[in-house]
């Protein structure tokens, strides 16, 4: 057991998360998503200023915590279900985001958790901490390094800028094909399958990763620049079922017919879900002596 403030004021520390200000992506989508909802009545106040943090506040004190990437009704239902009393769930995001799948359906994109999932939380005086952009850029605990120890690259140099902090890393691997890579990558993200995009290479060597949405015209040109033989993201183009993001597709795929990058997508939830089963859950055990307990998406391709 621990002090949920304890906690929570670690997490703050730990992650600079008053450093960035509101969170560049969630500030704008979360009023959106909530626009016709009085979410105030649950989120804290420092939540709704930051857009990152202890989103919704439970009982004082915290037995066990538990980690997901996002709040869909799949994984709030279990953790609701699982959790004791006062219990918390780090979330990498804030509401859930239906990104679609290269085999399925298209996604709906962002999407608020419901009210009567939100009063049982409350009902069981559970907490949630999210931590968007800060999990993103830190430099020991980030969804990108999480990826780079898995795929074993070497030479690190941190690129790709947003917010004004670096998201992406670009290093160096021990030779493999794209096939391979493929193959490599479905086990590392337990995905049966990848969106891929762009040149088959037999050689890659050099590689840039950009957790979640990488699917930007700007980061590929910066990517290709720098010589990468590979681009490794959540999202390597939008299957989202909006004129945005159709807009989005179209554009990125018209770029990847004349690049010399393979692209490879591992789905935005799988890319970023990595870091909290691997890192996040891990370290806060370790440090505050609590049993953790990751709660993974049945379908990465949500």
Request: charged share 25%; hydrophobic share 40%; net charge negative.
């Amino acid at each position: 057991m621990v002090s949920r403030n304890e906690l929570v004021n670690f997490l703050n520390t730990y992650f600079s998360v008053e450093k960035y200000g509101p969170d560049p992506a969630m500030s704008r989508f979360v009023p959106l998503v909530y626009e016709n909802f009085d979410w105030r009545e649950y989120f804290t106040e420092y939540f709704f200023t930051l857009f990152n943090g202890l989103m919704i506040s439970g009982d004082d004190y915290v037995n066990h915590v538990f980690g997901s990437v996002f709040p869909t009704e799949e994984v709030l239902n279990q953790f609701i279900n699982e959790a004791e009393f006062g219990d918390l769930l780090f979330l990498h995001h804030p509401i859930d985001m239906e990104c679609g799948d290269p085999q399925g359906k298209s996604g709906r994109f962002i999407l608020p958790i419901k009210k009567e999932l939100l009063n049982r939380i409350k009902n069981k005086k559970l907490s949630i901490y999210s931590c968007h952009h800060p999990l993103d850029c830190h430099y020991e605990i980030s969804t990108g390094i999480a990826i780079a120890k898995e795929i074993g690259l070497k030479n690190i140099t941190p690129c790709i800028k947003q917010a004004g902090e670096f998201v992406g890393l670009i290093g160096e691997i021990d030779d493999i094909s794209s096939d391979k890579l493929i193959e490599k990558l479905k086990a590392i993200f337990c995905i049966p399958y990848l969106d891929f995009g762009g040149k088959v290479n037999n050689t890659i060597k050099k590689v840039v990763i950009v957790p979640g949405s990488g699917d930007k015209i700007d980061f590929f040109k910066e990517a290709e620049t720098s010589g990468v033989d590979a681009y490794i993201s959540g999202e390597i183009h939008s299957h989202i079922d909006n004129e945005k993001g159709k807009a989005k597709m179209e554009e990125a795929l018209e770029y990847m017919k004349d690049s010399e990058m393979s692209f490879f997508g591992v789905s935005h939830a799988s890319s970023e879900f990595l870091v909290i089963k691997k890192m996040v859950l891990p370290f806060l055990a370790k440090k505050f002596e609590l049993p953790a307990k990751e709660i993974p998406l049945s379908n990465w391709w949500h």
